[in-house]
């Protein structure tokens, strides 16, 4: 079978137009949104630009609050959009116009590329106009669209019926592709599974749906449905810098989008045979791309990838570059699925060819070369799989020959070897506060010294933000630093790592946004957007894993929101603010909103008009009512006024008008100053669905382990479903957690060693601080008086062990 010349060229011509073509959002450009029926968010997502409604009314847009800056608290999980919520304006007909305009543009490009796959996971596309073939698409995993170094690369994905996203797929930009060039043509619904990271826009002729967990950048248009956003977070599509002289304009005007499009046809050769998943060799042979081919179906020297390039047979050919997904070429010429373990005698006969292996990245590596442990464990060799010195490619932890025992999976330096260590050298942690900290300095002090010295452990560290957060603190110093000053708050984790070797500890700056459990992996985002810029992203392996993550709550003032940064930035905005604030409401009768509450009244007292609402019938729910109303009477003694059984629906900024107030008796009110202390639950979005409970928390055993996520995988902290929430949990949790590791990396053989099972105490302990001088509480079931309540926590807040959980002397 052959092509005819004519159509060869005619696809070559497409794919050359197309570069120099962008699609123009015009006016949508810079919403992270539109929608023609209305705008649905539930929780406390992040909008960081503008949204349009067109014509659904202002009715129809729900659950987002417009703020001016990201720091201003809205009650009632409500999600926050950064700047404007046009609904039915002038303006947002004309977003909604734009976006039908590139949608319109989107549909009748002329294809470059037929993709057969339904899946688009694991591909990497480059420039071009794709029309896939399958009428629903489904993306797992992660799709690269790569610049190939050109900023005028454009991609145009057009999909007639569905795009559905997995749970944390990825939808990413490689050497230079911009989100701005990027158009996704959905001629139904798009829906992002939680856990979504999604570069581009995405133009959806019905609705889209973005759940919990996802980050996307660009614009998502429901053209004749709904935008449902949960608990997610929105960019625009960002600063688009393209190459001048390839700008080109659309002049096409459409009308807004009421129905879906009529599906594409695939092309076909001249015998209407399809042209999905054809290629040519040097012979004129054709051949399915990315099938695995014999030497000789390929002719002299070249084989066939799943892009459909050809490729010299044994050569080394960078996995991003040359190598289709899921395909590596050796020096026979066949085609080896990347990440396979191949067996021993096929290795040893020559199928990997002379002086070459493949692992896990598609990489090729010569045989017998020494693999630093860092690149090993990074992922290098892949996750299961080591080279030795014959170059075979071996299962860790099989017995080869007996011998010397590998260290980390490193290359075999003997031909005579035996690997019967399993890989066990990398322990991550995700989460830089009291649980993580805590379990990094034990295993650094106490438990890795006690284990195998010929085994070389490391610990990462993974965090969000750079900077412990004394949360304990919280209410006395986010009114006025405290202390002394704003660092006493925040301390950077790096101080208390310093004491130990660069081999033994490593801190990573990032967010974690997936945990792929079959190949032991988490994906990073590194550093956060605010503190250093976009950094990347980078795969993560381990060997055991302490999920730490703790938990979030919609205001910054009371958890860490990625950054430490946006919670000092907050700290500071109420700091200015409440000297002048004549009415402060307070959302939360739980310890962090009596606490806030008590902080202000005793500051404050009758001066302002200070206002708790409990949100229930009581404060301090976690305790016996009699101290709840104690509690009751000191906030009134001072002058706070306490209301029960009224909850904030929701509110909205008014920027120097004060933020207005909706309360669930229908009752309004306009306040200064709105805490939200509130709403805090597990930080657990970017773990899989099927390692949580119904509150999101981790499930563990009574060991701490998580049994879903595979062997050697713990939670503890606030993450954690048998935790009930406090750092005095963790307290006890830590012992367990630490029993247990050093069980398992030890296979009980060290003599100490023995399992620990963490029982939760059913007893009340709390300590409540009421003000400056006053407080309530209860430890291990026994009332306290208000002198002892002051004495250990109220009269410094605890503050001198800050420092101290940072450094791992508590
Ligand atoms: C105002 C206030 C007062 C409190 N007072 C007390 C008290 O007096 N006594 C008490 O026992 N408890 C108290 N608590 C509760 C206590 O703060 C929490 O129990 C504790 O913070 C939980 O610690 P953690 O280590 O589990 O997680 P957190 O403190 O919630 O920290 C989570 C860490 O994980 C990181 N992280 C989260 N997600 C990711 C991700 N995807 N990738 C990378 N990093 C991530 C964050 O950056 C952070 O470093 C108080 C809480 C508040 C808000």
């Known amino acids: 079978m052959h092509f005819s010349a004519s159509l060869l060229s005619g696809l070559a011509l497409a794919a050359t137009a197309v570069d120099a073509v962008a699609p123009s959002l015009g006016r949508a450009a810079p919403y992270s949104g539109c929608a023609s029926n209305g705008i649905h968010n539930s929780g406390a997502s992040t909008v960081n630009s503008p949204v349009a409604c067109y014509p659904a009314g202002p009715s129809s847009v729900v659950g987002l609050s417009a703020v001016t800056n990201l720091l201003s608290s809205v009650t009632g999980l409500l999600g926050r959009v950064l700047g404007t919520i046009d609904a039915v304006t002038t303006t947002a007909q004309g977003v909604l116009n734009d976006a039908n305009t590139c949608y319109s543009t989107c549909h009748t490009a002329q294809p470059t590329v037929i993709l057969p796959n339904s899946n688009l996971g694991g591909l990497s596309l480059r420039a071009g106009v794709y029309l896939v073939g399958p009428t629903n698409v489904t993306v797992s995993g992660t799709l690269t669209l790569d610049g190939q170094n050109n900023p005028n690369a454009v991609f145009i994905i057009q999909i007639n019926g569905n795009l ?160 289709g997904a899921g395909l590596t070429v050796n020096a026979l010429g066949q085609t080896v699925a990347i990440g396979t373990t191949v067996a021993t005698p096929t290795t040893t006969s020559g199928a990997l060819g002379a002086g070459l292996t493949v692992n896990a990245l598609g990489q090729t590596v010569a045989i017998g070369a020494t693999v630093a442990t860092p690149t090993t464990t990074s992922g290098a060799l892949g996750a299961g799989l080591t080279v030795n010195a014959l170059g075979q490619t071996v299962a860790i932890g099989a017995t080869v020959a007996p011998g010397a025992t590998t260290t980390c999976g490193n290359a075999l330096a003997a031909v005579t070897v035996t690997v019967t260590a399993t890989r066990r050298c990398g322990i991550v942690i995700v989460g830089g506060s009291y649980a993580g900290l805590g379990v990094a300095h034990k295993l650094l002090k106490t438990v890795i010294p006690s284990l195998d010295p010929k085994t070389p452990y490391k610990v990462t560290l993974i965090s969000g933000s750079t900077h412990f957060f004394w949360t304990v603190g919280a209410p006395r110093a986010m009114l006025s630093p405290y202390p002394h000053d704003l660092s006493d708050s925040f301390i950077p984790i790096a101080d208390g790592f310093t004491q130990y070797s660069e081999d033994s500890f490593e801190f990573v700056h990032g967010q974690v946004t997936a945990l792929n459990t079959n190949e032991r992996t988490l994906s990073v985002k590194l550093s956060s957007e605010i503190e250093q810029g976009s950094g990347g992203a980078m795969t993560q392996s381990f060997d055991s894993l302490v999920l730490a993550a703790g938990g979030r709550g919609p205001s910054p003032l009371y958890s860490i929101h990625g950054s430490h940064v946006l919670t ?165 949790m830590m012992p367990v957690a630490i029993a247990n590791i050093t069980f398992d990396l030890s296979d009980g053989r060290t003599g100490e060693a023995h399992e620990q099972r963490y029982l939760p105490s059913t007893k009340e302990t709390q300590l409540v601080p009421v003000g400056r001088s006053k407080g309530v509480g209860a430890v291990f079931g026994w009332w306290t008086p208000s002198f002892f309540v002051w004495l250990i926590k109220g009269r410094t807040f605890m503050f001198p062990n800050a420092l101290k959980t940072v450094l791992g002397t508590v």
């Not at 302002?608 to 409990?614: A, D, P, R």
């Open 164 to 323: 559905n996203l997995a749970a944390n797929a990825r939808i990413l930009l490689a050497n230079g592709a911009q989100a701005c060039n990027v158009f996704f043509q959905v001629g139904a619904s798009a829906t992002l599974g939680s856990g979504s990271t999604v570069y581009g826009n995405i133009l959806a002729a019905v609705s889209v749906t973005v759940n919990s967990g996802s980050t996307c950048h660009g614009n998502l248009s429901a053209l004749s449905g709904i935008l449902n956003i949960i608990n997610s977070v929105l960019y625009p599509q960002g600063t688009c810098n393209r190459v001048a002289s390839a700008i080109t304009t659309t002049s096409t005007t459409t009308t807004r989008r009421t129905t879906t499009t009529t599906p594409k046809t695939l092309a076909t050769t001249t015998s209407n045979a399809p042209l999905v998943g054809v290629s040519v060799n040097a012979l004129g042979n054709t051949i399915a791309v990315g099938a695995t081919t014999t030497s000789g179906a390929l002719g002299a020297g070249l084989s066939v990838n799943a892009l459909g390039q050809t490729v010299t047979v044994g050569a080394t050919v960078a996995t991003t570059s040359g190598l």
């Open 568 to 732: 000092l930035e907050a700290f500071r905005d109420l700091h200015a603010r409440v000297p002048v604030a004549t009415t402060i409401l307070v959302v939360g009768g739980g310890s962090a909103g009596t606490e806030t509450a008590g902080e202000l009244g005793s500051t404050y007292g009758k001066t302002k008009n200070i206002t708790l609402l409990s949100g229930t019938d009581r404060l301090l729910k976690n305790l016996r009512p009699a101290i709840g109303a104690r509690a009751e009477g000191y906030l009134r003694k001072m002058g706070v006024k306490v209301v029960h059984n009224i909850r904030v629906e929701s509110s909205k900024d008014g920027g120097d008008n004060g933020t207005l107030v909706q309360l669930s008796n229908g009752e309004t009110m306009t306040v200064d100053i709105l805490i939200t202390a509130t709403g805090r639950a597990p930080a657990s979005s970017f773990l899989p669905e099927f390692l949580l409970d119904s509150r999101k928390a981790v499930v563990v055993d009574d060991f701490l382990r998580v049994p879903a996520a595979g062997p050697r995988v713990y939670a503890l902290g606030d993450i954690a479903s048998t935790s009930k929430g406090g750092a005095v949990d963790i307290k006890y």
